[in-house]
T-cell receptor
Framework: DGGITQSPKYLFRKEGQNVTLSCEQNLNHDAMYWYRQDPGQGLRLIYY???????QKGDIAEGYSVSREKKESFPLTVTSAQKNPTAFYLC?????????????FGPGTRLTVL | RKEVEQDPGPFNVPEGATVAFNCTYS??????FFWYRQDCRKEPKLLMSVYSSGNEDGRFTAQLNRASQYISLLIRDSKLSDSATYLCVVNKSGKLIFGQGTTLQVKP
């Protein structure tokens, strides 16, 4: 069954704690992306990766970190330096970077920092 | 100014109505265009790509005007199940730029 999985679906953390969100895909897509969505707003790009062991900052990378050790996996760490971490986090993939094609989204992780 | 602008709505329409959403984008270098649909608390899903010649998929018609940097989505014969937020999306050098979305509520 091909697709993108994100876990957990809901995550609660105390202020000051780092937290890692999982994103796994078996679509054999090269490019992977992390977005953040706040209520009533469009998606904003946090980080993206075209190839294993390479990634670039998006528009709002401050307070976040990523790794791409395997093609299938692109975890996102929300650090304590992120001032407003409560949001809906979406992982997406595309067959390759710099493509005119659409992106495919995972089901998302809703993070709440208490 | 936002790179992709949409009227957030909400648009409240009766079943069977025709409704149109508009979107403007600021970067003339934008290369491809999409409408995504997002249900409440779910991920966005591709509704349709938008081509320069205009394109139709069942009750949905998308139009692109590159000169005016304007994209539209027309929904005919609205169904209750069309209630969602519609995101206008522009692809610029492989990066997707999202509008904030237009919310549609179809009432019985």
């Amino acid at each position: 069954d091909g697709g993108i999985t994100q876990s957990p679906k809901y995550l609660f953390r105390k202020e000051g704690q780092n937290v890692t969100l999982s994103c796994e895909q078996n679509l054999n897509h090269d490019a992977m992306y992390w977005y953040r969505q706040d209520p009533g707003q469009g998606l904003r790009l946090i980080y993206y990766s075209q190839i294993v062991n390479d990634f670039q900052k998006g528009d709002i990378a401050e307070g976040y970190s990523v790794s791409r050790e395997k093609k299938e996996s692109f975890p996102l760490t929300v650090t304590s330096a992120q001032k407003n971490p409560t949001a809906f986090y979406l992982c997406a993939t595309a067959p390759r970077e710099y493509s005119y094609n659409e992106q495919f989204f995972g089901p998302g992780t809703r993070l709440t920092v208490l | 100014r936002k790179e992709v602008e949409q009227d957030p709505g909400p648009f409240n329409v009766p079943e069977g109505a025709t409704v149109a959403f508009n979107c403007t984008y600021s970067n003339s270098a934008s290369q491809s265009f999409f409408w995504y649909r997002q249900d409440c608390r779910k991920e966005p899903k591709l509704l349709m790509s938008v081509y320069s010649s205009g394109n139709e998929d069942g009750r949905f018609t998308a139009q692109l005007n590159r000169a005016s940097q304007y994209i539209s989505l027309l929904i005919r014969d609205s169904k209750l199940s069309d209630s969602a937020t519609y995101l206008c999306v522009v692809n610029k050098s492989g990066k997707l730029i999202f509008g904030q979305g237009t919310t549609l509520q179809v009432k019985p």
